[in-house]
């Protein structure tokens, strides 16, 4: 019998690959929250606003569910 060294070795199971429905879904959830993003950042752009209203949240709340329709 032989005696094999795995000092320094890393044992640990193969990080298995997302499969292609995974990758696509990820891919169009942070797509989603880009575009999100860049609603809220021109509405504040827009009316100039230098901090968040309840007002001003409600405003995006709708402008966010109209744009996922």
């Known amino acids: 019998m032989a ?10 199971a193969p990080i298995k690959k997302p499969s292609f429905f995974a990758r696509l879904l990820r891919a169009h ?3 989603s929250e ?3 993003g860049r609603l ?3 509405y504040i752009a827009d009316h ?5 209203s309840d007002d001003a ?3 995006i709340g709708r402008l966010l569910s109209r ?3």
């Open 3 to 12: 005696n094999i060294s795995i000092t320094g070795a890393r044992l640990s």
């Open 29 to 31: 959830l942070e797509s």
């Open 34 to 36: 880009r575009r999100a």
């Open 40 to 42: 809220v950042e021109g």
């Open 48 to 52: 100039g606003l230098q901090k968040l």
């Open 57 to 59: 949240e409600r405003q």
């Open 67 to 69: 744009a996922g329709r």
